[in-house]
């Protein structure tokens, strides 16, 4: 998995035993992306040559294999022991609202198939797109498989997206889902651009600035925040272009970074009441979850809702989406539909995946 933040690679190792249940988290390791390849990605567009990303389409695969012989390495496993690898790919353009809608993952599967010696699942996110659907968020699947509970359970994915699960508690095992707004991915441009550090560590730089409520509540009015679910959305909206424009004159570089926090923190809270139900504890996944200042403004954002790490639950937060696409490989090669109606408003079950067989 290489998600919308640009951080780098992270590479899970699951075992499966049924669809629904007795999911373990094996290994986990994280490979940085250089800063040239972070750039290249970021710089990826609509307008980009077709050169260019076949280019990147062709060059991913390559870092992935690197990534999982890394992890056959340190778990002293071989490919002829995986099933199969769940690659969902680099997400360089998801637009729902175009005609036909487009969402768009560089990595090459046969490609990456070759340098592995292991079957690929990919395109996960064509078929629920090609039936109508957001083809976004995919996690609350998984959000379910780990982390139901007796009672009404929120799950939050702090990516360069977040986005929200919401876990019935009835023996229907409900779960419904959307994108919430911009977390990581406008965090981690600003402080790039100004600090030219990838991310703000531990979100020390956005603790040192001031909120401004009138820009603030300025970027809580783009359209998107109130739209009703299903909705999904990615850096092609938000991203500095969306972002600079929007910034008063005086504003300095550690307020905006603290206002961005908030906007984050405001926009799951407001995402929260849209669900028209107050779940009993909120658990936080994702790179997000690293963030100390985001999950503090997150935890004040939702209280009286309860907030721990997904790491308290015996998943490290940012595993949890990696593991969710191995999930969802299982469930491809097993035969399995989903039931998407609650979450990307797909208007039947479907597979999700094609296999590339190695």
Same mark, same amino acid.
């Given at each position: 998995?290489?998600?919308?933040?640009?951080?780098?690679?992270?590479?899970?190792?699951?075992?499966?035993?049924?669809?629904?249940?007795?999911?373990?988290?094996?290994?986990?390791?994280?490979?940085?992306?250089?800063?040239?390849?972070?750039?290249?990605?970021?710089?990826?567009?609509?307008?980009?040559?077709?050169?260019?990303?076949?280019?990147?389409?062709?060059?991913?695969?390559?870092?992935?294999?690197?990534?999982?012989?890394?992890?056959?390495?340190?778990?002293?496993?071989?490919?002829?022991?995986?099933?199969?690898?769940?690659?969902?790919?680099?997400?360089?353009?998801?637009?729902?609202?175009?005609?036909?809608?487009?969402?768009?993952?560089?990595?090459?599967?046969?490609?990456?198939?070759?340098?592995?010696?292991?079957?690929?699942?990919?395109?996960?996110?064509?078929?629920? #797109?090609? *039936?109508?659907?957001?083809? =976004?968020? +995919?996690?609350? &699947?998984?959000?379910?498989?780990?982390? @139901? %509970?007796?009672?009404?359970?929120?799950?939050?994915?702090?990516?360069?997206?977040?986005?929200?699960?919401?876990?019935?508690?009835?023996?229907?095992?409900?779960?419904?889902?959307?994108?919430?707004?911009?977390?990581?991915?406008?965090?981690?441009?600003?402080?790039?651009?100004?600090?030219?550090?990838?991310?703000?560590?531990?979100?020390?730089?956005?603790?040192?600035?001031?909120?401004?409520?009138?820009?603030?509540?300025?970027?809580?009015?783009?359209?998107?925040?109130?739209?009703?679910?299903?909705?999904?959305?990615?850096?092609?909206?938000?991203?500095?272009?969306?972002?600079?424009?929007?910034?008063?004159?005086? #504003?300095? *570089?550690?307020?905006?970074? =603290?206002? +961005?926090?908030? &906007?984050?923190?405001?926009?799951?809270? @407001? %995402?929260?009441?849209?669900?028209?139900?107050?779940?009993?504890?909120?658990?936080?996944?994702?790179?997000?979850?690293?963030?100390?200042?985001?999950?503090?403004?997150?935890?004040?954002?939702?209280?009286?809702?309860?907030?721990?790490?997904?790491?308290?639950?015996?998943?490290?937060?940012?595993?949890?989406?990696?593991?969710?696409?191995?999930?969802?490989?299982?469930?491809?090669?097993?035969?399995?539909?989903?039931?998407?109606?609650?979450?990307?408003?797909?208007?039947?079950?479907?597979?999700?995946?094609?296999?590339?067989?190695?």
């Amino acid at each position: 998995m290489s998600g919308t933040s640009l951080d780098g690679i992270d590479c899970s190792l699951i075992e499966c035993h049924g669809p629904d249940e007795r999911v373990r988290l094996r290994h986990h390791l994280h490979r940085a992306f250089s800063a040239d390849t972070r750039d290249a990605l970021r710089q990826i567009s609509a307008q980009s040559s077709l050169a260019s990303v076949l280019d990147w389409h062709n060059t991913l695969p390559m870092l992935y294999a690197q990534a999982v012989a890394a992890l056959l390495k340190q778990t002293q496993l071989s490919a002829a022991e995986i099933r199969a690898i769940g690659c969902h790919g680099q997400t360089v353009w998801h637009d729902t609202k175009r005609q036909p809608p487009v969402s768009v993952q560089l990595g090459n599967p046969s490609h990456l198939a070759e340098h592995t010696g292991i079957s690929v699942v990919a395109d996960f996110r064509q078929r629920d #797109l090609a *039936a109508g659907g957001q083809a =976004a968020p +995919l996690a609350p &699947l998984f959000h379910r498989v780990l982390f @139901q %509970a007796p009672h009404l359970r929120a799950v939050l994915n702090l990516g360069g997206i977040a986005n929200i699960s919401m876990l019935g508690s009835g023996a229907q095992r409900s779960v419904s889902g959307f994108d919430c707004g911009p977390a990581n991915t406008l965090l981690d441009a600003w402080c790039e651009a100004n600090l030219g550090d990838p991310y703000d560590h531990q979100g020390q730089w956005a603790a040192s600035g001031h909120i401004d409520e009138a820009f603030l509540q300025r970027l809580l009015n783009d359209p998107f925040f109130s739209q009703p679910p299903p909705r999904s959305t990615g850096p092609e909206h938000f991203n500095l272009a969306w972002l600079k424009p929007q910034i008063p004159a005086a #504003l300095s *570089a550690a307020d905006v970074q =603290a206002t +961005l926090v908030e &906007l984050t923190a405001q926009s799951i809270a @407001q %995402a929260l009441q849209q669900c028209g139900q107050t779940p009993k504890d909120l658990i936080i996944t994702g790179g997000g979850a690293r963030n100390d200042e985001l999950v503090r403004r997150v935890t004040a954002a939702v209280a009286p809702c309860s907030v721990q790490l997904s790491d308290s639950l015996g998943v490290p937060a940012e595993a949890v989406e990696s593991a969710g696409f191995a999930w969802l490989a299982y469930a491809a090669m097993a035969g399995i539909r989903h039931d998407l109606s609650t979450i990307t408003g797909a208007p039947r079950p479907l597979p999700l995946g094609g296999i590339y067989p190695a």
